[in-house]
């Protein structure tokens, strides 16, 4: 009983220092959230829908920067960031990132020729040609603020199932659920 109530304290205390919550199980999204992702146009067979988190985010947006696709604009609050379907092929890049401890937000510019006028790097992502589910990964919002190397924090695969069942939320009753689903139980199977 010791060494449980020791462990425990142990996962909480580090939760709290770390205070990224990596599942991401405290995302509850509201009505109006859960209307605009089911309503959202786009198939598995014609769109990709990208998911992922960044630490430490109260809000974010990313927008789509290659001029060959049309323009478009995410804007996402908490940490979790999921895509209404985009467009498979398409580049977006992480434009505005509002971290719990920052008093303002990081803005990363761009130029009509979609070129960063900062040496900032921000987190690019570019969205594969085949339609379906992609996972971008977990980040420390904190180091992206910075204008440190946007990569993924480490064993950050190992949290994508918890990260599907949040995207599940979103598409549950629409044409992607059964593509979720499939992930889902593929990532079981992995394990």
């Known amino acids: 009983m010791k060494n449980i109530l020791k462990m425990l304290s142990a996962v909480l205390l580090s939760a709290m220092f770390v205070g990224c919550s990596s599942l991401g199980l405290g995302f509850y999204p509201d009505e109006k959230t859960v209307a605009e992702y089911q309503n959202a146009v786009g198939t598995p ?4 829908v990208f998911y992922g988190q960044i630490c430490f985010a109260k809000s974010m947006s990313f927008s789509q920067m290659d001029p060959d696709f049309p323009p478009d604009y995410q ?4 940490e979790i960031f999921i895509s209404k379907p985009v467009a498979p092929g398409s580049t977006y890049v992480l434009e505005d990132l509002n971290c719990e401890e920052s008093t303002s937000t990081y803005r990363y ?4 020729s979609y070129s960063l006028q900062t040496s900032i790097n921000p987190l ?4 594969p040609k085949e ?4 996972y971008i990964g977990v980040f420390d919002g ?3 603020e910075e204008g440190k190397k946007a990569k993924t924090m480490r064993n950050s695969e190992k949290y ?4 599907l069942a949040n995207v599940l939320k979103l598409y549950k009753g629409t ?5 979720i689903n499939k992930k889902i139980e593929e990532l079981k199977n992995e394990k």
């Not at 804007?75 to 908490?78: K, Q, R, V």
């Not at 339609?131 to 992609?134: A, D, H, K, R, V």
């Not at 994508?160 to 990260?163: A, H």
């Not at 044409?175 to 593509?179: L, R, S």
């Open 142 to 144: 904190r180091k992206l």
């Open 45 to 48: 067979e014609n769109s990709v």
């Open 109 to 112: 510019i761009w130029n009509y």
């Open 175 to 179: 044409v992607w659920e059964e593509t």
């Open 124 to 127: 690019i992502i570019n969205v």
């Open 160 to 163: 994508e199932s918890y990260k």
């Open 131 to 134: 339609p379906g589910l992609y």
């Open 75 to 78: 804007e996402i609050t908490g």
